[in-house]
């Protein structure tokens, strides 16, 4: 199993920066992929972006060429940076892990709120 806690929530006014880490424990070596979503008030949880075992990006069409998600290389924590925030961007972020041990399993943080708002 994979544990996974998010810190770096906040309030930042629009335009403003925050860099949300995830910091993953258990059986790290099984992680395949990581990722961020969120999930603003009414609305269904969403991704963010993913990074694989092979440092392939994907992200949101919104938030392309503002957010850049990160690993380090013993898959025990994942970042993203995230700059130029609008208030659309208010959620709470959950940090994903997701691969195979026995089974495949899907592993998910408490979330973290970030709000951007002035």
């Known amino acids: 199993q994979v544990q996974l806690v998010e810190t770096g929530g906040g309030l930042v006014q629009p335009g403003g920066s925050l860099r949300l880490s995830c910091a993953a424990s258990?059986?790290?070596?099984?992680?395949?992929?990581m990722g961020w979503y969120r999930q603003a008030p009414g609305k269904q949880r969403e991704l963010v972006a993913v990074i694989t075992s092979g440092r392939s990006t994907n992200y949101a069409d919104s938030v392309k060429g503002r957010f850049t998600i990160s690993r380090n290389d013993a898959k025990s924590a994942v970042w993203l940076q995230m700059n130029s925030l609008k208030p659309e961007d208010t959620a709470v972020y959950y940090c994903n892990a997701a691969g195979h041990w026995g089974g495949p399993f899907n592993s998910w943080g408490q979330g973290t709120q970030v709000t951007v708002s002035s």
């Open positions: 258990g059986t790290i070596f099984s992680i395949d992929a």
